[in-house]
């Protein structure tokens, strides 16, 4: 049977934000194209158990979650705009993941097969729920990121280094200054100094392609730097525009094209990263 569960008017969610646990007012309706298992999923993981206010036409296009071409069906919702952002961010996110998945098969498993990626902060719809740690708190105890790389020798494994994944439009050789999120960065650093271990930061670039109505994200290239070489290329830290976080701003000459990750790893750059790691912890911003 079709996904068609409706929110009551006479909800007490009514014109309030789904994802929101307690209730939020939000009175904006927005509308996304999804696949009825997506949909259920959306309504489970990320929005409290409450259902779409409305379900429309069914077409063939891509779902706004999974990225995949199936059948589509609009849905609407009351959410407001700062968790719309995240949401919509969900597929983008996948689509990056999946990324450095094929990139690794493709290009580094059959040159290192000893070199095993693990994804450990995988892709995970929420509800909004009030945090009782400060980010920066959060940090110093932090142990993982986006991905783990060990070293298979017999059947033990040895962890070598973390991947921290970024994703957005922008093209590193385009641009005049990278920004990243201070409470970013300073995951960064908590995970590299609690575990040890250098972090290597991937920038995905993704596009959105269209079949009207509905629209999908691909990743077209890739660059990557470590957390050394982005530090001592920050430029500056100010407030983001129009927002209250803070963020780095860092030369992109920091970055390099992904096919020069593989001498980075004939060299074990990651070796000579943990030397100067052990002898000099990262401090947070």
Not at 14 to 24: G, K, L, V
Not at 168 to 175: A, H, V
Not at 182 to 210: C, M, Q
Request: glycine share 4%.
């Amino acid at each position: 049977m079709p996904f068609r569960d409706l929110l009551r008017q006479d909800s007490e969610f009514w014109e309030a934000c789904a994802r929101h646990t307690n209730r939020q007012t939000a009175r904006t309706v927005q509308a996304i194209y999804l696949c009825d298992v997506c949909a259920i999923r959306l309504t489970r993981e990320a929005f409290n158990e409450r259902p779409p206010i409305y379900h429309g036409e069914s077409i063939t296009g891509f779902c706004g979650l999974c990225n995949e071409e199936k059948t589509a069906t609009l849905r609407l919702w009351f959410v407001c705009a700062f968790c719309w952002n995240v949401v919509l961010a969900y597929q983008k996110a996948f689509v990056a993941s999946r990324a450095v998945h094929d990139y690794w098969k493709d290009s580094v498993a059959s040159s290192f097969p000893q070199l095993k990626l693990s994804e450990k902060e995988a892709v995970r719809l929420s509800p909004y729920m009030r945090k009782g740690k400060t980010k920066k708190s959060a940090a110093e105890t932090l142990r993982e990121l986006d991905f783990l790389v060990e070293e298979e020798v017999r059947q033990q494994r040895t962890p070598l280094f973390h991947i921290e994944l970024k994703a957005g439009p922008g093209s590193i050789e385009e641009m005049t200054e990278f920004q990243l999120d201070i409470n970013d960065s300073n995951d960064i650093i908590g995970v590299a100094n609690n575990t040890k271990l250098p972090v290597y930061i991937f920038h995905v670039k993704l596009e959105h392609r269209y079949a009207p109505p509905t629209r999908y994200t691909v990743s077209t290239r890739i660059w990557w730097t470590d957390i050394f070489t982005l530090l001592k290329n920050r430029l500056a830290v100010r407030q983001r525009r129009g927002e209250e976080k803070q963020a780095g701003y860092y030369a992109p000459t920091a970055f390099r094209p992904i096919d020069q990750f593989i001498q980075e790893l004939e060299v074990r750059g990651h070796a000579q990263l943990r030397e100067r790691l052990m002898g000099q912890p990262l401090e947070l911003t």
